[in-house]
């Protein structure tokens, strides 16, 4: 009985002083975000270099040489909505042959589209019905002629992210509302 109330008040201290030399919590130092927003607008010359890149990456992606070099001129001006709207209509319309996949059209309301040119409107349109642009973002109904860093960066973003669903076919196997045959 001794021998085994000792080695019950030895495993008991030996617990509580294993807990106390473990090991100490991890401490880090935080810091802030040191981001700031450019609210300078997006030149020519930087919207070009970006259509560019753009159709590099998708021709590597599709193995063929479907989007052709922007048409935007190299200058420190600042570029229009209209012009990335022009840019965006291009690379839909070259990269169109590499889809596999087209959802139904959403519905948009182009009575709010603020674009002075026609054919440019008719672009932003079936963009905007693809879900290539959003159909009340700051590339259609922006009060400024220009884009900011931010607001190309998004566009940019949203115009390449429904490409890639547009080059993508899902699995029918993990995609059953899709309807394919097995």
Partial sequence: MKITGLLICLAVAAAATAQESGPK???HKTQSPTASVDNNPVTCAEAKAVFDKIGKVL?????????????IATSSKPVTREQVIDELSRIYTQSGP???LI????QVNISVFRVANEATKKKLTDL????FVGPIGVLAVGP????????FGDTVGFFLTRI???????????????GLEH
């Fill in 144 to 151: 400024k002629p220009g884009l900011t860093t931010k607001q």
């Fill in 25 to 27: 919590k991890l401490q």
């Fill in 103 to 106: 959802p139904n059209p959403i």
């Fill in 128 to 131: 905007a019905k693809g879900g």
């Fill in 164 to 178: 890639s669903q547009y080059e993508h076919m899902p699995s029918p196997r993990w995609s059953p509302t899709l």
């Fill in 98 to 100: 590499a889809f596999k």
């Fill in 59 to 71: 021709n590597t992606a599709t193995e063929k040489d479907l989007v052709k070099s922007s048409s």
